[in-house]
Every structure is written in structure tokens, then in C-alpha cells.
């Protein structure tokens, strides 16, 4: 391990729930195994975990049980007190409290979560922090960035790799409380929330979307899954490069190369 640096960030407001991290730490399970498999050691940072622990205990339980259970969650907050708060919860070697920030204390993980942290920073600092992320982590590594609302049933995430760019955004909304698409713009990742204006790629992906919904309205007979499976059909249908399968649609999900979306 690497001797540790000064912590880089600042306090955010912590806002965390149980269950609110549900649907990306799913999706990091299944999306994300291998680097994870193949790592000499599984190491994963949760960082900003908030004001209780609570979702670095959950996504240490979620990443055991489904990819390997040598899993070592390392959960980082540049609050002391939130660090020491969380002892409580710790269970070495398997999950662990730290004080750290975007320089990762040191570490060198596989993976980084980092779940509304950047969304309250200005977005010209969100390009930096990736890079500093990116620099810590170990070959391989990734970096999955993104915001949810407080219950988790608004979800988008950004993977990032080790070269501090992104590959890919994903989209997940809950879909049995899902009453448009459009509702994700809110939601979206710091990088791009602000960029969701007419002649942009995620503007134009967000209204694809809705036209698809709206168009598959007549599914929701069937269930707001068959609605959803039809609007991504549609989606991808238009020409865009769904990079995801329809196992990942079934559970509200759509995944496009992030080229298609990238401001500027």
C-alpha cells in the first residue's frame, strides 16, 4: 500500500438509506465480476459512504455472496467522524472504515463506487477527480460514478476506467414507480446533468426514451417490465447502441457507449 495522502474533497451532506445503492451494486455484480475475479486482490472502495455505513455493509454482503467471497470492501469518508461512526459496523478483512477522499488513502483497488458524491460539486471538478480516482487504482481498474434520489428508484451511473474517461452510461429506473423516462433527467451524473438541452446525445437518448414509453404504452397490460422491454427495443431499433442484453432490460436497465452522450 502507498503511504497515504492528505485527504482530497470535501464533506458532502452524507444523505444515505437502506437499499438505496440496490440497483448499481446489482448491476456491479454482474457487469463487473470479472475484473473482480481476476483480481489478486479483490479490493473495493465505497466512497463518500455517507453519514451511516449502511450501504458499504450492504454492497460487501452483495458483492460476496455473487462474485467471491474474499471480497475485501474498504468504505472511505473524509469525515472523521462518519469513520469513526462506522466502526460499529466494520468486519475485518472483509469490510473496513478509513478516512480518505478522491486520492483513495493510499489504496489501489479494482473498483471504486462512488455514489452521490460529485453531483455536489461543480462539474468543472468532476474530469479531475476522475483522473485523481483513476490514478490510484490498480491495472485494470474501474470507477463507477453516479447519483440515485433517496430512495434509489432514480438511478444512472457512468463506468470509468483506468485512463479516467468514461466507457459507458447507464440508466435504471424502478420501473413499477416509473411514470416516464424523463423523470431520470433529474438524476442524471454531474458530468451530464446539465448538458440535457436540446442537441445533445443524452438529450436526444432521454427523449428516445420517452417516444419509446409513450409508444409502448399498449404493453402495460402486461406488466411495466413489458413496456420497458419494448421502449428499449425501440430505442435500439433507432440506431442506438444499446450495449446491454434483455436479461439487463428485464431489471430496468439500458447501458449506450458513453461517445454517444459525451457533452461537446
Given at each position: 500500500m502507498r503511504?497515504?495522502?492528505?485527504?482530497?474533497?470535501?464533506?458532502t451532506?452524507?444523505t444515505?438509506?437502506p437499499?438505496?445503492l440496490r440497483?448499481?451494486?446489482?448491476?456491479?455484480?454482474a457487469?463487473?465480476?470479472?475484473?473482480?475475479?481476476?483480481?489478486?486482490?479483490?479490493?473495493v472502495?465505497?466512497?463518500g459512504?455517507?453519514?451511516t455505513?449502511?450501504?458499504?455493509?450492504?454492497?460487501?454482503?452483495?458483492?460476496?455472496?455473487?462474485v467471491?467471497?474474499?471480497?475485501?470492501?474498504v468504505?472511505?469518508?473524509?469525515?472523521?467522524?462518519?469513520?469513526a461512526?462506522?466502526?460499529?459496523?466494520?468486519?475485518?478483512p472483509?469490510?473496513?472504515?478509513a478516512?480518505?477522499?478522491?486520492?483513495?488513502?493510499?489504496l489501489?483497488?479494482?473498483?471504486?463506487?462512488?455514489?452521490?458524491?460529485?453531483?455536489?460539486?461543480?462539474?468543472?471538478?468532476?474530469?479531475?477527480?476522475?483522473?485523481?480516482?483513476?490514478?490510484?487504482l490498480?491495472?485494470?481498474?474501474?470507477?463507477?460514478?453516479?447519483t440515485?434520489?433517496?430512495?434509489?428508484?432514480?438511478?444512472?451511473?457512468?463506468?470509468?476506467?483506468?485512463?479516467?474517461?468514461?466507457?459507458s452510461l447507464?440508466?435504471?429506473?424502478?420501473?413499477?414507480?416509473?411514470?416516464?423516462?424523463?423523470?431520470?433527467a433529474?438524476?442524471?451524473?454531474?458530468?451530464?446533468i446539465?448538458?440535457?438541452?436540446?442537441?445533445?446525445?443524452?438529450?436526444?437518448?432521454?427523449?428516445?426514451?420517452?417516444?419509446?414509453?409513450?409508444?409502448?404504452?399498449?404493453?402495460a397490460?402486461?406488466?411495466?417490465?413489458?413496456?420497458?422491454?419494448?421502449?428499449v427495443?425501440?430505442v435500439r431499433?433507432g440506431?442506438w447502441?444499446?450495449?446491454?442484453?434483455?436479461?439487463?432490460?428485464?431489471?430496468?436497465?439500458?447501458?449506450?457507449?458513453?461517445?454517444?452522450?459525451?457533452?461537446?
Amino acid at each position: 500500500m502507498r503511504p497515504p495522502r492528505r485527504p482530497m474533497g470535501v464533506v458532502t451532506r452524507g444523505t444515505t438509506n437502506p437499499n438505496r445503492l440496490r440497483r448499481v451494486d446489482n448491476w456491479i455484480a454482474a457487469s463487473c465480476a470479472g475484473v473482480l475475479r481476476d483480481a489478486v486482490d479483490p479490493l473495493v472502495v465505497d466512497l463518500g459512504y455517507g453519514a451511516t455505513p449502511v450501504t458499504a455493509v450492504e454492497l460487501r454482503a452483495r458483492l460476496a455472496t455473487a462474485v467471491r467471497p474474499d471480497v475485501r470492501v474498504v468504505g472511505l469518508e473524509i469525515d472523521p467522524v462518519r469513520v469513526a461512526a462506522a466502526g460499529y459496523a466494520a468486519d475485518p478483512p472483509g469490510l473496513t472504515f478509513a478516512r480518505g477522499g478522491f486520492e483513495l488513502a493510499g489504496l489501489r483497488p479494482v473498483l471504486v463506487r462512488v455514489f452521490n458524491v460529485l453531483r455536489q460539486y461543480d462539474e468543472a471538478q468532476v474530469a479531475d477527480a476522475w483522473r485523481t480516482m483513476a490514478d490510484a487504482l490498480a491495472p485494470d481498474g474501474l470507477i463507477v460514478e453516479g447519483t440515485c434520489d433517496e430512495l434509489g428508484r432514480l438511478a444512472t451511473w457512468l463506468l470509468v476506467d483506468r485512463t479516467g474517461r468514461p466507457r459507458s452510461l447507464t440508466l435504471a429506473p424502478r420501473l413499477g414507480t416509473l411514470e416516464s423516462p424523463a423523470a431520470l433527467a433529474e438524476r442524471l451524473p454531474k458530468a451530464l446533468i446539465h448538458h440535457n438541452v436540446p442537441g445533445t446525445g443524452v438529450h436526444a437518448l432521454l427523449r428516445a426514451l420517452e417516444d419509446g414509453w409513450r409508444d409502448a404504452a399498449p404493453y402495460a397490460t402486461f406488466g411495466p417490465r413489458q413496456r420497458w422491454l419494448r421502449t428499449v427495443e425501440a430505442v435500439r431499433a433507432g440506431g442506438w447502441p444499446v450495449l446491454d442484453r434483455p436479461a439487463r432490460w428485464r431489471l430496468g436497465e439500458i447501458t449506450v457507449p458513453w461517445p454517444t452522450v459525451a457533452p461537446g
